[in-house]
């Protein structure tokens, strides 16, 4: 199953809080678990990634979560800001090709 | 300045009109892809090339084609037959060893009037 769920489709933080956007996948063979920010009208960029052998990752104020064993991971944006205000893709690695979540749009409001 | 450049960045076309995106990279990579992205459906993967003069169809090919005679272009043609071209196109392109970072151009927006 070349899928990768993600929720929510959206949402909305006040500005110093936490953002939480959940992800979950099928397939094992899935070796590498990116994510993608991308602002209205730009392409995506990586904001964060992380193997299957680790269990979080953290850059910053983004850290990625990873359950193996649930097949599902997640990114937290800690002290959330105006200007993370974006669509958030996570997506999976899977031989030569990327599988992308369907994103979530992301409003942090003042 | 390394990077990806897509152009135009703007696009209309009347039906029945065929019309090709460009997609350009000095990044030197192998890996060349062309995206979909319309609201709510994330990133759908029309084709995509790992070396010059091959390429692959992804899962929405139908109504599309590519070429790649270059190892820096990797021009996509949204041909009459695709029945719904309206939507946001991103080309990227990676160094095709796993695991991948994609690098993103950004993006050509279609119309069809």
């Known amino acids: 199953q070349q899928q990768v769920k993600q929720s929510p489709q959206s949402l909305i933080v006040q500005k110093g809080g936490i953002s939480i956007i959940n992800c979950a996948y099928e397939?094992?063979?899935?070796?590498?678990f990116p994510w993608y920010q991308q602002f209205p009208g730009k392409g995506p960029a990586l904001l964060i990634a992380?193997?299957?052998?680790?269990s979080e990752k953290k850059e910053g104020r983004f850290t990625i979560s990873f359950n193996k064993s649930a097949k599902q991971f997640s990114l937290h944006i800690m002290d959330s800001q105006p200007g993370d205000s974006a669509t958030y893709f996570c997506?999976?690695?899977?031989?030569?090709?990327?599988?992308f979540g369907p994103g979530t749009s992301l409003s942090v409001i003042p | 300045d390394g990077g990806i450049t897509q152009s135009p960045k703007y696009l209309f076309r009347k039906e029945g009109q065929n019309v090709t995106l460009s997609c350009e990279q000095n990044?030197?990579?192998?890996?060349m892809y062309w995206y979909r992205q319309d609201p709510g459906q994330g990133l759908r993967l029309i084709y995509y090339?790992?070396?010059?003069?091959?390429?692959q169809k992804g899962d929405i090919a139908e109504g599309y084609s590519v070429s790649r005679e270059k190892k820096e272009s990797f021009p996509l043609t949204v041909t009459s037959a695709q029945k719904n071209p309206t939507a946001f196109y991103l080309c990227?392109?990676?160094?095709?060893?796993?695991?991948?970072?994609?690098?993103f151009g950004p993006g050509t927006r279609l119309t069809v009037l």
């Open positions: 990227a392109s990676s160094t095709g060893t796993p695991p991948d970072t994609q690098y």
């Open positions: 397939n094992t063979a899935f070796d590498y």
């Open positions: 992380i193997r299957p052998d680790v």
């Open positions: 997506a999976a690695n899977f031989y030569d090709k990327v599988i």
């Open positions: 990044l030197n990579h192998d890996a």
């Open positions: 090339s790992q070396i010059v003069n091959d390429f």
